[in-house]
Nanobody
Framework: QVQLAESGGGSVQAGGSLRLSCAHS????????MSWYRQVLGKSREFVSTFASDSSIAYADSVKGRFTISRDNAKKTVYLQMNSLKPADTAMYYC??????????????WGQGTQVTVSS
């Protein structure tokens, strides 16, 4: 069973920075990517960034140039460095593991979320 644990959220003023961490446990047999999503009350979950199993990286346009994703495979951890934060970044941030095994449906695992609040 894969378990995820996010940390690093908090409350900051606009222009500030936060660094989120997500560590996973459990034995993952197949290639997997790790991603960050965010969600506000009453809205759909929104993609933020992905560090894929082949080390390719993607960002949502809304965070490109401000956020940086990184991954430490030895520590089984993905990080999200968030700089120049804006009130629009306020959301619950969730870590996701996407496991892709040959000839099988993708398996998705979610963390419990960590709250980020940015005040003006």
């Amino acid at each position: 069973q894969v378990q995820l644990a996010e940390s690093g959220g908090g409350s900051v003023q606009a222009g500030g920075s936060l660094r989120l961490s997500c560590a996973h446990s459990g034995d993952i047999a197949c290639n997997y990517g790790m991603s960050w999503y965010r969600q506000v009350l009453g809205k759909s979950r929104e993609f933020v960034s992905t560090f894929a199993s082949d080390s390719s990286i993607a960002y949502a346009d809304s965070v490109k140039g401000r956020f940086t994703i990184s991954r430490d495979n030895a520590k089984k951890t993905v990080y999200l460095q968030m700089n120049s934060l804006k009130p629009a970044d306020t959301a619950m941030y969730y870590c996701e593991v996407l496991q892709r095994c040959p000839f099988r449906e993708p398996e998705v695992y979610w963390g419990q979320g960590t709250q980020v609040t940015v005040s003006s």
